[in-house]
């Protein structure tokens, strides 16, 4: 026999167990997993009143473990009450406000915040920061501001006879970003963000970097103010999770801000928590489970935002534009995390509830005939949830 015919029949034999074995592997991963979904299945015993219940079902996507829920359940407890009793050294009131900050944060989802100048924006973004020793860039948006000023911009060093390039970073490079008065600068720079946003990442001469994780815009902008000033695209506003309003405080909270040192005398609040605890968290949001039937009614309620698709004459004649694929999939996430805010095992219909507005009323449009009624986005949304029932 030629030798080059037994190398090749050498080779086929060697193939062949390697094949049977990569099939033996598979076979036997195949029925560990089978046999640990049939415990899981027969498996009756409650779980603990102290302990959350992170099991999927069948449908749900699947997600990263967590290592031991009801420790984190235990420290998301103490983190609740570790948590207002900080913030409240330099914010009175908005414990609303305060809330959604936490569920955007544990999304990872950026933030759109309304309101007029004076309601400690900035300072409530920075605490945030402190409290969980974050990073924290604030960028003053203006008409002449340029990408650049946001990505960064290389320069042209020299060193003896030498030249070379050097990558100075933009204030995009922290954990949590302000972005004051976003509708003051133009598109181009606005556009600048849409990349860091979606993608955690900028392209500087032709040179992708990776931004620091995690990494969460806040931006505000000012309601008075309509001249000099860029309104942002619908593909922008639909990559923030919320779009939070923040109205006036209560006349006795007002009482009790005045009463407060100015933001220049506050002392900085002392960091509480790591910022590992972010991720640990956000671990803990995937895994809570969400009815079919809950999922179901949201996509139902989306669909009805939409003048093509809804049986609502209201929303045909007042809606440009409805919520789009987008806005579902925020309300399971963002529903996800306030119910782990709350110590909930499982998606309620009042999480749901909670976090529609935020979600919805930057992605809902109203058309001329809506703003002439006086009909605002937050109306139409609270006027579907009546007639739109939880199943």
Same mark, same amino acid.
């Given at each position: 026999?030629?030798?080059?015919?037994?190398?090749?029949?050498?080779?086929?034999?060697? !193939?062949?167990?390697?094949?049977?074995?990569?099939?033996?592997?598979?076979?036997?991963?195949?029925? &560990?997993?089978?046999?640990?979904?049939?415990v899981k299945k027969k498996s009756i015993h409650p779980p603990s009143r102290h302990?959350?219940?992170?099991?999927?079902?069948?449908?749900?996507?699947?997600?990263?473990?967590?290592?031991?829920?009801?420790?984190?359940?235990?420290?998301?407890?103490?983190?609740?009450?570790?948590?207002?009793? $900080?913030? $409240?050294?330099?914010?009175?009131?908005?414990?609303?406000?305060?809330?959604?900050?936490?569920?955007?944060? &544990?999304?990872?989802?950026?933030?759109?915040?309304?309101?007029?100048?004076?309601?400690?924006?900035?300072?409530?973004?920075?605490?945030? @920061?402190?409290?969980?020793?974050?990073?924290?860039?604030?960028?003053?948006?203006?008409?002449?501001l340029m990408p650049s000023d946001i990505t960064g911009v290389e320069i042209l060093?020299? $060193?003896?006879?030498?030249?070379?390039?050097?990558?100075?970073?933009?204030?995009?490079?922290?954990?949590?970003?302000? !972005?004051?008065? +976003?509708?003051?600068?133009?598109?181009?720079?606005?556009?600048?963000?849409?990349? @860091?946003?979606?993608?955690?990442?900028?392209?500087?001469?032709?040179?992708?970097?990776?931004?620091?994780?995690?990494?969460?815009?806040?931006?505000?902008?000012?309601?008075?103010?309509?001249?000099?000033?860029?309104?942002?695209?619908?593909?922008?506003?639909?990559?923030?999770?919320?779009?939070?309003?923040?109205?006036?405080?209560?006349?006795?909270?007002?009482?009790? +801000?005045?009463?407060?040192?100015?933001? &220049?005398?506050?002392?900085?609040?002392?960091?509480?928590?790591?910022?590992?605890?972010?991720?640990?968290?956000?671990?803990?949001?995937?895994?809570?489970?969400?009815? $079919?039937?809950?999922?179901?009614?949201?996509?139902?309620?989306?669909?009805?935002?939409?003048?093509?698709?809804?049986? &609502?004459?209201?929303?045909?004649?007042?809606?440009?534009?409805?919520?789009?694929?987008?806005?579902?999939?925020?309300?399971?996430? !963002?529903?996800?995390?306030?119910?782990?805010?709350?110590?909930?095992? !499982?998606?309620?219909?009042?999480?749901?509830?909670? +976090?529609?507005?935020?979600?919805?009323?930057?992605?809902?449009?109203?058309?001329?005939? @809506?703003? @002439?009624e006086q009909w605002t986005t937050d109306r139409l949304i609270e006027w579907l949830?009546?007639?739109?029932?939880?199943?």
């Amino acid at each position: 026999m030629k030798p080059e015919l037994l190398k090749v029949q050498t080779l086929a034999r060697h !193939a062949k167990r390697v094949q049977d074995f990569a099939n033996l592997r598979l076979s036997l991963i195949f029925k &560990f997993r089978s046999s640990r979904l049939t415990v899981k299945k027969k498996s009756i015993h409650p779980p603990s009143r102290h302990s959350m219940d992170l099991t999927q079902d069948a449908e749900s996507q699947s997600v990263e473990a967590v290592t031991d829920p009801e420790q984190l359940h235990q420290e998301l407890l103490e983190f609740s009450s570790k948590f207002k009793d $900080s913030i $409240s050294q330099v914010i009175i009131g908005q414990q609303e406000i305060l809330d959604q900050l936490v569920v955007a944060l &544990f999304c990872r989802g950026h933030v759109l915040i309304t309101g007029v100048p004076g309601l400690a924006k900035t300072l409530l973004i920075r605490s945030l @920061a402190q409290l969980f020793h974050l990073k924290f860039n604030r960028i003053q948006c203006t008409p002449d501001l340029m990408p650049s000023d946001i990505t960064g911009v290389e320069i042209l060093e020299e $060193s003896g006879t030498d030249r070379s390039f050097r990558f100075i970073p933009g204030p995009v490079f922290t954990n949590l970003l302000l !972005a004051d008065e +976003i509708n003051r600068t133009s598109p181009r720079t606005q556009a600048a963000l849409l990349q @860091a946003m979606q993608e955690q990442e900028v392209t500087v001469s032709g040179q992708t970097r990776t931004l620091e994780d995690p990494f969460i815009v806040f931006a505000t902008q000012n309601p008075i103010d309509s001249e000099g000033t860029y309104p942002l695209p619908e593909a922008q506003l639909d990559r923030f999770l919320f779009n939070i309003d923040i109205r006036y405080p209560a006349e006795a909270e007002e009482i009790e +801000i005045a009463k407060l040192p100015s933001t &220049f005398d506050a002392s900085p609040l002392e960091p509480i928590f790591e910022p590992e605890l972010i991720s640990r968290f956000q671990n803990l949001v995937n895994a809570v489970p969400m009815g $079919s039937h809950l999922v179901e009614w949201v996509v139902h309620f989306i669909r009805e935002t939409r003048p093509e698709q809804s049986r &609502f004459n209201e929303v045909q004649e007042l809606v440009e534009w409805g919520a789009g694929v987008r806005a579902s999939q925020n309300i399971v996430r !963002a529903a996800r995390a306030r119910a782990v805010l709350e110590g909930s095992s !499982a998606v309620r219909p009042e999480h749901i509830r909670a +976090i529609l507005l935020p979600v919805l009323r930057h992605r809902i449009i109203l058309n001329f005939s @809506a703003e @002439a009624e006086q009909w605002t986005t937050d109306r139409l949304i609270e006027w579907l949830i009546e007639r739109i029932p939880f199943s």
